[in-house]
C-alpha cells in the first residue's frame, strides 16, 4: 500500500493558498465544463515519425544568394492575407485569394486592385471586408459565411480561374471573373472540409487538397496540435463531373504542383514537414 507524505499534506493545511490554488490548477487541467481551447473537441493525439531537423537540412538546398534578404515588400496595406498567387494567359496579374473572401487582380498603377470574384452570394462589404482584421481572428465568425480562398489556378487554353475555398470546396470562375460556380463539395460520401490547394493537368482533371476531414480551417491549429491524418489528395474530372480520392489518410496535406511534364505530381505534408 502506498504512504502517503505527510509533509505534503501538512503545507497544503497550512498554507490554505496552495490548497486552493492546487484545486483551480486541477480544475483547469481537467476542463469538466469544456471551457478550454480544446473544449468541444474529440481530441485524440496520433505520434507521428519525424526525421530529424539536422538531417532534413543538411541535404536542403540553401539559397546562397539570400534574396528574400534583399526583397521589396510590395502592396502594404492594400492586399491582406494573401495566399496563392496567379497569373492570367495574357499575363495580366497577379490575382490572389484574401482573407476576406475575395479573390482580386491588380489593375497596374493608375486602377490598382479590383475584386474579381467572390466565392459565394453570401459575400457583402458590411460584413466580410474588414481590412488588416481579416487576418485575424476578428475575421473567424465570419470565414465560413464569407469564404476563405486558397489556391489559384488558371486554365490556360480557357482562360477559367480554378479556386480552392477553405469552405466551399472546389470552385470555377470565367475570365470576366463575378460568382465562383461550385465543382466539388464532397467525396467518397465525405464532405470537403478544408479545401487547399490546387493544380491542373493537361487532360483537364484537378487535383486539389483536403486538409482535414475533422476540423476546418479555423480550427487548423488542432489538426497540428492532434497530429490527426485524415487529410485527402482528390481529383475532379470535369467531363463526369465527379470527385475522386487519389490518397486518404494525409497528415494535413496543403501544396500541390504537378511536374513540368505532368508525369508526376508533388504534395506536401505540413504535419510531418515533408
Keep these: 500500500m502506498e504512504k502517503k507524505n505527510p509533509l505534503v499534506d501538512e503545507t497544503l493545511l497550512q ?13 483547469l487541467i481537467m476542463d469538466p465544463l469544456q471551457m478550454g481551447p480544446l473544449g468541444g473537441h ?17 541535404s536542403w538546398p540553401r539559397d546562397n544568394l539570400s534574396r528574400l534578404v534583399t526583397g521589396k515588400l510590395e502592396f502594404v496595406d492594400e492586399v491582406f492575407g494573401p495566399e496563392s498567387l496567379e497569373f492570367d494567359g495574357l499575363g495580366r496579374g497577379p490575382y490572389a485569394g484574401l482573407a476576406d473572401g475575395r479573390i482580386v487582380r ?13 466565392v459565394t452570394s453570401n459575400w457583402s462589404e458590411k460584413l466580410c471586408a474588414r481590412g488588416v482584421d481579416s487576418t485575424t481572428a ?57 479545401a487547399n490547394d490546387l493544380d491542373i493537368h493537361k ?18 491549429f488542432f489538426i497540428l496540435l492532434e497530429g490527426e491524418s485524415t487529410g485527402r489528395l482528390l481529383r475532379y474530372d470535369p467531363p463526369t463531373k465527379t470527385t475522386h480520392i487519389v490518397l486518404d489518410g494525409l497528415a494535413f496535406p496543403n501544396g500541390v504542383q504537378l511536374s513540368k511534364d505532368q508525369s508526376s505530381l508533388l504534395f506536401t505534408e505540413t504535419t510531418n514537414c515533408r
Design 138 to 194: 476578428k475575421q473567424w465568425k465570419h470565414e465560413k459565411w464569407c469564404g476563405r480562398p486558397l489556391g489559384l489556378r488558371f486554365n490556360k487554353d480557357t482562360g477559367d480561374l480554378y479556386i480552392a475555398d477553405a469552405y466551399y470546396g472546389l470552385l470555377v470562375v470565367g475570365s470576366k471573373g463575378g460568382l465562383a460556380t461550385p465543382l466539388a463539395t464532397q467525396a467518397g460520401g465525405k464532405p470537403i472540409l478544408f
Design 203 to 220: 487532360n483537364g482533371s484537378i487535383f486539389f487538397t483536403d486538409t482535414s476531414k475533422r476540423y476546418n480551417r479555423v480550427d487548423h
Design 106 to 118: 491588380w489593375m497596374g498603377e493608375n486602377v490598382g486592385w479590383e475584386t474579381f470574384a467572390i
Design 42 to 58: 474529440e481530441f485524440r493525439p496520433v505520434k507521428h515519425d519525424i526525421a530529424p531537423y539536422r538531417e532534413v537540412m543538411q
Design 15 to 27: 498554507h490554505p493558498f496552495l490548497f486552493v490554488l492546487a484545486l483551480v490548477l486541477g480544475f
